[in-house]
Structure formats: structure tokens, C-alpha cells
């Protein structure tokens, strides 16, 4: 017993002690879903690792917003020499510490709906926020925004908060790309419908959602991916809506201060090659970010396919968001 | 060791520097700390317009709110927690009653994300008993808003405040309580002679801590208030931080918190001290009391009874929702169950010392408290509030500024997250602690001071023996807040290698839904396991007290 | 010598305003006499070092002893009741009187058990104060008292309460007690304990 044990307290007692960063291990910052053990984290640890003959170490801090945070906080002497889980809500925040350093690397892989030129970051995954819907409640979804909005009150729907959650933020700018200046009304119109708005995308799918609180929760429709294909469940699907979907692309990018920067390098145009791709679509639940051609799963055939992106373009998302936020309190607040 | 011109015997640590000193340093840190973190916030960027507190309405909103849910949270927490606190009084007898008693520890440690699960289960819209009464009466019952808010606050601090009732109810003497068995008083009466003079001295910590406990709760108030209308200022404090990255509005935001916060911390500590002038000597003995029969008697048993209910249907939603998942772990082994394993040994690596550690030092802080007059005491009290008043975030984030040169890498980072947690679990702890510590009667304490029971002898001879249950329990809630923490933790960045509530969120991450539930159950079990094994001690102790207590009432009677 | 002179003392917020002047020589017992509320228990309180005085003076063999915390004072208190920590068992609460950490020698425990089997409680070193009568308890702080082994004995009502056959034990102790030189300082309302005991009066 105590012989077994042996090992499993080396493991939690040796992180402690160790301290040195070797020169030639390569530290990425990044969120928790990505380097669970469930996430694409350790199969793209291992791959390259293979790859490169250095080491691959995660720092898991809580979400985008953290990295960032804790880029900003540790300025010039931070470890990190990749940052891996920006999205395009986060990336001009993060453009402006000037803390990132520019790629070199050719951007003609990508597969994403929009056209992606940008010299800091490399996209390593997109997909749509969606209103995913329980089927055997909820048999006729909406058919679009405009119906949601208007829809009786009996249709309760789960949003998140856009001042404390990626998708809630996603949601913001989604009707803000379809309504424009009318978007303030349309949230007036919309919040008989809204049964909560939690702090986290967790705190809805898990205590609400799945506990049939209501039938529609906003998320991504690439979630029905992983109920399709892992617990073998056709009843979550996402809803299709006519005025097409906001787009979300997950990002990465080179730290200025790193003195790794040639093997952060190699890890960014790694990150467009199947060997990195190949455990995004059912790890991180995403599109793959380069045509991964038949190795992408069979269910991701099955999931919408919307007829327009709406992509509003980030630097504008950055000037305008608290405008933007303003707005949407005053129509929530009566 | 030093001999006096009359042969007496210096104890250890028992000059007076030893007795404020460690209590005073880490009284002051605490301060010292905050102070710092809010600097250190605007010393990174400009000063904030302060005159944006009144003139923007949606931050005049938000103050409004949490003042206002706050409020009626503590109110009605305090008011059940009360009744139950006498009903456990009244009957001592009750079967169950040590379970119960269990469970209301355990309800305060519960993690956000568990409780709210669980409580949505019972009381949401498709709730068990939502459905039970939306079947049998006309009653429409919506959880989402103020509703849901309260009923949330209520499940955690209802039964923290009729935990720390029992106990002050339990200290009132055994001299008086007889008395007032025999002249049968009853009601009103019976209330102004036993109960309220020893509730009177526990009440305004109570309420100050609960109320604290609402205004900074957040997950709570976004997931069951219904929308933007129920913001915190503990969110907006958050949004800034993590979204806008103006800390000045945060330091500002963290400021007006603090100031409420610690405003009503101080009115109420200065009541309860001037109030906290009765000694108590410690007399658990049972003594029937003239109002704990006939009805009254059902009355209670009806209360208990829909009070275990109202606390238990929830954790019963959280056991059959995690069972699947736990028992496919516990079946199938392999990956998930060693990582379930090794994030158990991570959790209690770090919980246990932050445990320890919380114990520790509340002991220090308030044993400066009792030595020193009444400023320290104040002191004391007001500075073990701190870590509630400052939103985590805040304090990580200046930690954070302060620590960093000294920080080697991220995996110090669990040491001091251990720290926080131990921090943060202060409040708690030494508000179970202080009653017992403090309450020496005279003639104990005359009789100490002249066989020279001080410093470590003191602690030795007389706190150690009579705080031994109240320490225990203290230690579990340090423990269990730590076990079931994702804040603090998931603030400094951990390596690959989670705990429990990390790998909980991990797992949500990863729409691993089912695993999660399972996890979720197994957080409870083990913070059920903390709350009963730390209680054993105090458990045997009382029985052996309860015999010897028959004697010493016969031998009292004798002569009285 | 025990010399107290011009020791006043007043309650908070109170009128009266006590004054003593006495000396008492080894060997001696003093016994002071008056009415309940006249200021019995303060004294001996004040001696002890639980109150503080206005203004006098408190001198042992010519040592000021004002300034001294109780735990420095030559004295040792026995009152009416409470006199032992109800969470201990008998044996420590005696030993605590010879040393606060309990590091007792070999000698001092078996001194405890002697005296013990002297006051007729042989086999009560792990009983604890709340299985024992009043007598009994009382025999045990008395005990632990004398095993002090400080030269002022201060006591307040010591036999008050207590059935004839302990009350005889106790003073025959005491007696002993102060033919072995030690100063006693006693208030009792009884006629008979102040008969036996005492050698001199301090009316009040």
C-alpha cells in the first residue's frame, strides 16, 4: 500500500520543489478545457514534444481573460513564451499591452469562414455561438434571432453575462451585428424570455441546463459534436438561425519578452498541421482551423451549417465594447 | 527560565510580548495587505473619479441591490437560524439531531456550482418540490430573481447562524437554567432570562458575518437573480478587473465594499463587546426546560424536520445526479479514477495546512484579543473580517503585484494558495473560536493567575482542554472552505495537475457532464468525511462529560 | 511579617471607600470580622493581587508586593467554592499548584498521593472535581494549598457550607498548617472557625 502510494506523493510534493526552467522547455499559458485531461492539451503536448526534443509546459490559469490578466500583471518578466486560448473578444486588449510578438508564419492553411490576416495570431480553432436546444422539450425551436426575440414567454432560454463570460459577450455582439442600433429594443424584447443569465458558460449548462431548468441555453453549436459523438445522444441539438451566426476564433500568439522565441515559433506553425488539429474538433468541441480533410468526425457533417457569419471586426469590438455593454444594462434594467 | 524573590515559576511564552505580538503581526498584516492590494491597484493606474459612484446610475443600482438582498438575506437567515438554534435548545433529545447538526456545517463549505445544482433541482422551475406544490395548491412559485437569491443565502447561512446560536445557547449556565426549570418560566420570559442574554453576545458577529457573506456573493446572485438588475458590486468589481482591466474602477469598486463592509463589521463588534461582559462557564449538561413539551414539542419536531429537509433534498439531488458517474468511476478505474485519486491527495495537501494554518493563526489573533484591552479587540475582530470584505480577485491580483519577483514559477503558487485559503477561512474560524476562548469565568481565571497558568500553560491547562470541540470543528470548516475553493486557486494558475473542484471544472470544460456530476458528489462526500472525522473528538468527550455532569449536579444539590 | 498599611480601595462609580492597616506575624492567624459587604473579600482580593489599590502599601518581610501580578504574590487563596478547574482531574489540579506546567518530580507525586490519603480521599487522583462532594472538593483545594507552599494562606469562607466531620479535618489542617510558621488570613462569619483559628481580630 504505502509502496504504491510512494509515487503519487512524489508527484504532488516533487512540482513544489522543482523550480528551474530548463532552456529548453517551452511555457505555454492557457485555459483550463484545453489542458484537461480530456482536452486536446496532453495529445498536442506529446506530439510535439515528439517533434521538437524539448519539453512543453502548461500554465492553467482560469480563463482567456486571466491570461491576459496575467500577461499584463507580469509585463517583461513573464515566463510565458506562448499564450494559447485568446479569442477574438480578448486579442486587441491583448494587442495593445504590446507584450506580443509578430509571426512569420504563412496563414494559407486556414479554413475559416472569414478571411484571416493578422501578424500577431495564428488562429488554432473557431466555431459558431449557437442556442443549443433539448429536443424532447423544446421539439420546434426558433428559426431565427428575430423569433427568439419575439417568441411568447413560455420559451425560456439560459444566456450568459457579457461583462463575465466569453458566449454571454458572443451573444452581445451577435444581435448587436444583426440589429445594429435597434439592438437595445430587441434586448428589451428578448429579456421576457430570458430565464437567467449566469456568470459562466459552466454554471448554465451544468446547474440549469442539464438539470431541465430550460429548454435552450446559448453555447456553441458545436456542443451537440459532443453529445452526438461521445454520449451517443441525439437529443441536443443547436438551433439554426436565419440571420446567420456570430463567429468566435480561438488564437494564439508569441510572447515579446520570451527568450524561446524560435521554438515558440516552431509551436505556432505546428499548430496549423494535422498532428495539432486532429484533437480539436472532439477535445475543445471546435472547428479545426485547417481543412483536416476525412479525419475531421463524421458528426461534425451533422451540425448546422449556417448560411452568413456575422464577424464584427475585433478592434471595433475593442473600441466600442463598453458602449456596447452601456446599451444592452440600460434595455436589461428597467 | 526565571525565579522570582518568591519562587515562582516563569511559563513559557508568557510575556506580555508573546501573548499580542504573533496576534498583532498577523492582525496587522491582514491589513496591511488589503491596504497594500487596493494600492498597489492604483498605483497601476490613474485615479479613478470617485464622483462616478453617485452620478452613474447603473453603479448607484448596483450599491442599491446588494444593500437591499443583503439585507433581507441576513434578516431571514438570522431569524431561521434563530428558531432553529432553540428547537435544538428545547430538544436535546431529538433523533437525528447530531446528523443534522453535521449537515449545517456542511452547507456553509458547499461549492457555489454544487449548491446551486442542487437547490435548482429541488426548488426550480422543474423542481421535485416545485412540481409537488405547483400539483396541490395554486401557488406559483418562481426561483429566478430575489426569490432564488434568498433562498440560496438562507441554505448557506441559516444554518452557519443556528450553528454558532446552539453553541452560545448551550454556554448559558447550568445554575441558571435550573433555576428557571423551576420556576417554570415560560415564553417571553423564559426568553429574556436565558435565551436572549446569551444570544445577545454572539448576534451582531452573526450578523455582520452573514451579511458580509451576501453582499460579496456573486455566482449566486448572477445564476438565480434572473438578469443584469441583480448585479453585486462584487461583479462589477470582477468586470473591471478581468474584462475592462481599469483598476482604478475595481480599487475604487473594492474601496466602497470595504467601506460598507467594515463600517457595519465595527458598529456591531463595538455592541457585542460592550455586551460580552457575562462569563460563561462551560455547562453542556441537559436540563429539561419548562417549554419543551406538548405542543411545543411538535412544533419543533415539525421545524427540525422541514429544516433537514429543506437542506438535505438538495444534497440528495446532487447524490442521485453524481451516483452514475461516481459509480462508473469507482467501477470501470483506469484514467478517471487515478485522476480522481490524486486529486483528492492534492485537495487535502492543500486543504489540511490551510486548515492548520486558519486555526493557528485565528488562535493567535484572538488570544491578542482577550489579553489586550479593548482596542486589539476590536482589532482583532474587525482585521479577521478583512478576507470577506475584499473580493478575492482583488486580493489575488495584488498578491499577485506584490509577490511576484519572489514567485519562482507557478507551482509555489499552490503554497500560497494554501495561504489564502487559510486566510479566507479566518473569519469563520474565529468566530466559532472566540466564545470558548474568551469566556473563562473569574474564579477560573483568579485561580490561574495566581498558580502562575500562563503563556503556554495557560493554553495548555485551561483553553486546550475546553476548546478541543470548538478547535475541531473550526479546523473542518478551515479545511472544508479550502477543499471546496475554485477561486483562489484557479487565480494563481496551477499546473496540469488539478483538485477536486479544479478537476470539477475541468470536466464541465470538456462537456464531460456526467463525470462532473460524479466529481460534484464526490467533493461532498469528502467534505461530509472532514466535518464527521473532525468531529469524533469532541464527540467522546462530550459523552464522558455528560456522566461526570450527572455527578457533579447531585453533588451540587447537596449543598446548594 | 505581613504589613499592610493605609491600603484604601473603591469600587467604580461607587461611594465607599475601604481603608485596612494590619500586621500579621508568622505563625499568626488573622481573622477579619463584619458584616457581609463589608469588605472581607475585597481584602483578601487586594492581597492577592485580583485588585488594585487607590493608595497604602502591601509589604511582605519588608518587600513591597503592590506591584507584583497574583502569580508573583507569596500567597495562595482558598474560597468558599470554585476553587478547582471543573475540566481537570483532582490530581492535576493539585499538581498545577506545584508547578503551572505540571513537570512534577517523583517526590511531589507521591507528596499528592499522600496528602490525599491524609484527608481521607485515598484513590481520587483521576476523579474529577464534579463526581466529588463539597467537602471532598474543598479537601482538595485545601490540599493543593498547603502543597503550595507559599507562606500567606488568604481565605475566604473556607469551611462555609461544609458538613461538620469535614469541617474538623480542615481546621485541624490548618492548625497544623500554621504551626509550621505559614500566615493565615482568614473571613468567616462563624464564631466557631474564628475561635479555634484565630489569634487576632480586624473588625471592619
Redesign the interface.
Known amino acids: 500500500m504505502l509502496r504504491q502510494s510512494l509515487p503519487l506523493l512524489a508527484a504532488i510534493s516533487l512540482p513544489l520543489v522543482a523550480n528551474a526552467t530548463d532552456n529548453n522547455t517551452l511555457t505555454v499559458y492557457t485555459h483550463p478545457s484545453f489542458a484537461a485531461d480530456w482536452g486536446p492539451g496532453p495529445g498536442v503536448k506529446e506530439a510535439f514534444e515528439q517533434q521538437c526534443g524539448c519539453s512543453l509546459d502548461y500554465v492553467v490559469l482560469e480563463s482567456g481573460g486571466d491570461i491576459l490578466q496575467r500577461l499584463r500583471l507580469e509585463g517583461q518578466s513573464t515566463d510565458a513564451d506562448v499564450v494559447l486560448g485568446l479569442d477574438t473578444g480578448t486579442m486587441e486588449t491583448a494587442r495593445q499591452t504590446g507584450l506580443l510578438a509578430p509571426h512569420d508564419i504563412k496563414l494559407d492553411a486556414l479554413d475559416l469562414p472569414v478571411d484571416w490576416q493578422d501578424s500577431l495570431f495564428v488562429p488554432y480553432d473557431w466555431g459558431y455561438f449557437a442556442f443549443v436546444y433539448d429536443t424532447e422539450e423544446l421539439p420546434d425551436p426558433p428559426k431565427s434571432l428575430e423569433e427568439l426575440v419575439n417568441a411568447p414567454n413560455d420559451l425560456q432560454v439560459i444566456i450568459q453575462d457579457p461583462r463575465t463570460s466569453t458566449p454571454g459577450l458572443g451573444l452581445l455582439l451577435w444581435m448587436k451585428a444583426v440589429y445594429g442600433d435597434r439592438a437595445g429594443e430587441k434586448w428589451q424584447a428578448l429579456s421576457d424570455n430570458i430565464l437567467t443569465t449566469t456568470k459562466s458558460w459552466s454554471d448554465g449548462y451544468f446547474s440549469l441546463f442539464m438539470n431541465g431548468e430550460a429548454p435552450m441555453i446559448l453555447s456553441y453549436s458545436t456542443s451537440p459534436a459532443y453529445h452526438m459523438a461521445i454520449d451517443k445522444t441525439d437529443r441536443y441539438q443547436a438551433a439554426e438561425f436565419e440571420e446567420g451566426h456570430y463567429l468566435q476564433v480561438e488564437v494564439a500568439a508569441m510572447v515579446e519578452p520570451s527568450d524561446q522565441k524560435d521554438l515558440a515559433g516552431e509551436f505556432l506553425r505546428f499548430i496549423l498541421t494535422p498532428d495539432f488539429q486532429r484533437h480539436i474538433p472532439l477535445k475543445n468541441v471546435m472547428y479545426p482551423a485547417i481543412d483536416l480533410g476525412d479525419e475531421l468526425p463524421d458528426v461534425f457533417a451533422r451540425l448546422i451549417q449556417p448560411d452568413a457569419t456575422l464577424f464584427i471586426d475585433p478592434a471595433r469590438v475593442a473600441e466600442r465594447r463598453k458602449a456596447w455593454l452601456d446599451e444592452w444594462l440600460n434595455a436589461m434594467i428597467p | 527560565m526565571r525565579h522570582s524573590p518568591f519562587g515562582y515559576t516563569q511559563a513559557p511564552f508568557s510575556h506580555p510580548a508573546w501573548q499580542i505580538g504573533p496576534g498583532l503581526t498577523i492582525a496587522c498584516g491582514l491589513i496591511a495587505l488589503t491596504v497594500t492590494g487596493v494600492a498597489a491597484l492604483l498605483w497601476q493606474a490613474h485615479l479613478p473619479e470617485v464622483s462616478e459612484l453617485w452620478r452613474n446610475r447603473y453603479l448607484n443600482n448596483v450599491i442599491r441591490f446588494t444593500v437591499w438582498q443583503a439585507t433581507v438575506s441576513t434578516a431571514l437567515s438570522l431569524l431561521l437560524g434563530l428558531f432553529i438554534a432553540l428547537a435544538l435548545v428545547r430538544q436535546p433529545r431529538f433523533p437525528g439531531r447530531r446528523l443534522l447538526l453535521r449537515v449545517m456545517e456542511l452547507s456553509l463549505v458547499l461549492p457555489t456550482i454544487v449548491a446551486v445544482s442542487g437547490l435548482v433541482a429541488v426548488y426550480g422551475r422543474h423542481g421535485w418540490l416545485t412540481a409537488i406544490v405547483e400539483q396541490w395548491t395554486t401557488v406559483r412559485w418562481n426561483l429566478y430573481g430575489l426569490n432564488g437569491i434568498v433562498l440560496a443565502h438562507v441554505f448557506f447561512n441559516a444554518p452557519l447562524a443556528g450553528r454558532i446560536l446552539l453553541q452560545a445557547l448551550e454556554s448559558v449556565p447550568a445554575p441558571r437554567r435550573r433555576i428557571a426549570s423551576q420556576l417554570g418560566l415560560k415564553g417571553r420570559w423564559l426568553w429574556r432570562t436565558l435565551d436572549w442574554p446569551a444570544v445577545r453576545r454572539v448576534l451582531p458577529g452573526v450578523a455582520a458575518l452573514v451579511f458580509t457573506l451576501c453582499f460579496t456573493s456573486f455566482a449566486i446572485v448572477m445564476t438565480l437573480g434572473g438578469g443584469p438588475a441583480s448585479t453585486t458590486l462584487e461583479v462589477a468589481i470582477y468586470q473591471s478587473l478581468r474584462f475592462e482591466f481599469d483598476f482604478g474602477r475595481a480599487a475604487l469598486l473594492a474601496v466602497v465594499q470595504l467601506l460598507i463592509c467594515g463600517a457595519l463589521w465595527f458598529l456591531m463588534v463595538r455592541r457585542s463587546l460592550s455586551a460580552n461582559l457575562s462569563p460563561a462557564r462551560e455547562f453542556p449538561e441537559s436540563i429539561p426546560r419548562p417549554d419543551s413539551q406538548g405542543v411545543r414539542r411538535l412544533q419543533d419536531v415539525a421545524l427540525l424536520l422541514c429544516f433537514s429537509l429543506f437542506l438535505l433534498l438538495p444534497l440528495a439531488a446532487v447524490l442521485f445526479r453524481g451516483l452514475p458517474g461516481l459509480a462508473t468511476v469507482a467501477i470501470n478505474g483506469g484514467q478517471p479514477l487515478n485522476e480522481m485519486t490524486e486529486a483528492t491527495l492534492r485537495s487535502f495537501a492543500i486543504a489540511l495546512p490551510a486548515g492548520a494554518f486558519s486555526v493557528f493563526s485565528g488562535l493567535l489573533v484572538l488570544s491578542m484579543s482577550s489579553r489586550g484591552g479593548g482596542h486589539l479587540s476590536r482589532l482583532s475582530s474587525v482585521a479577521t473580517a478583512v478576507p470577506l470584505m475584499v473580493p478575492p480577485i482583488v486580493l489575488g491580483t495584488a498578491l499577485f503585484l506584490l509577490l511576484r519577483p519572489s514567485l519562482g514559477n507557478s507551482y509555489d503558487g499552490l503554497a500560497l494558495v494554501a495561504l489564502i485559503n487559510g486566510v479566507m477561512a479566518l473569519p469563520f474560524v474565529t468566530q466559532l473560536m472566540r466564545g470558548p476562548l474568551n469566556n473563562l469565568d473569574k474564579s477560573t481565571v483568579r485561580q490561574a493567575d495566581q498558580l502562575g497558568l500562563r503563556g503556554w500553560y495557560r493554553w495548555r491547562w485551561l483553553h486546550w482542554p475546553r476548546l478541543k470541540r470548538p478547535l475541531a470543528l473550526a479546523m473542518a470548516y478551515g479545511t472544508g472552505l479550502s477543499l471546496g475553493d475554485f477561486g483562489v486557486i484557479a487565480l494563481f494558475g496551477t499546473p496540469g495537475q488539478p483538485t477536486i473542484p479544479v478537476l470539477l471544472y475541468q470536466q464541465l470544460g470538456s462537456y464531460r457532464m456526467d463525470l462532473a456530476a460524479g466529481t460534484a458528489l464526490w467533493l461532498v462526500c469528502l467534505l461530509l468525511l472532514v466535518f464527521a472525522a473532525f468531529s469524533l473528538p469532541g464527540y467522546r468527550r462530550n459523552h464522558r462529560n455528560l456522566a461526570g455532569n450527572v455527578f457533579k449536579a447531585l453533588a451540587e444539590g447537596r449543598h446548594a | 511579617m505581613l504589613e499592610v498599611k493605609g491600603l484604601t480601595f473603591r469600587y467604580p462609580e461607587t461611594e465607599t471607600i475601604w481603608r485596612f492597616t494590619f500586621g500579621v506575624d508568622h505563625g499568626e492567624c488573622i481573622a477579619i470580622n463584619g458584616p457581609s459587604g463589608s469588605g472581607k473579600s475585597t481584602l483578601l482580593n487586594l492581597l492577592?493581587?485580583?485588585l488594585t489599590p487607590e493608595s497604602g502599601t502591601i509589604r511582605w518581610e519588608n518587600?513591597l508586593l503592590n506591584e507584583?501580578?497574583?502569580?508573583?504574590?507569596?500567597?495562595?487563596?482558598l474560597?468558599q467554592e470554585?476553587?478547582?478547574?471543573?475540566?481537570?482531574d483532582v490530581q492535576?489540579n493539585i499538581g498545577?499548584?506545584i508547578?503551572?506546567?505540571?513537570k512534577l518530580t517523583r517526590t511531589q507525586k507521591e507528596a499528592i498521593s499522600h496528602g490525599l490519603v491524609s484527608v481521607g480521599m485515598t484513590g481520587f487522583e483521576r476523579r474529577?472535581?464534579?463526581?466529588?462532594?463539597?467537602g471532598q472538593?474543598q479537601r482538595v483545594a485545601l490540599l493543593r494549598a498547603l502543597l503550595?507552599d507559599?507562606p500567606i494562606l488568604l481565605l475566604d469562607e473556607p469551611l462555609t457550607?461544609?458538613d461538620a466531620e469535614a469541617r474538623t479535618q480542615l481546621r485541624a489542617l490548618l492548625l497544623r498548617h500554621k504551626a509550621a510558621g505559614k500566615v493565615l488570613v482568614l473571613a468567616s462569619h462563624d464564631q466557631e472557625d474564628r475561635k479555634i483559628l484565630a489569634d487576632k481580630l480586624l473588625n471592619l
Do not use: Y
Open positions: 492577592a493581587g485580583f518587600r507584583l501580578p497574583p502569580w508573583e504574590r507569596p500567597v495562595t487563596s474560597f470554585h476553587n478547582l478547574f471543573e475540566h481537570l492535576t498545577l499548584g508547578h503551572p506546567g505540571l474529577m472535581p464534579g463526581d466529588l462532594s463539597g472538593r503550595r507559599q457550607g461544609l
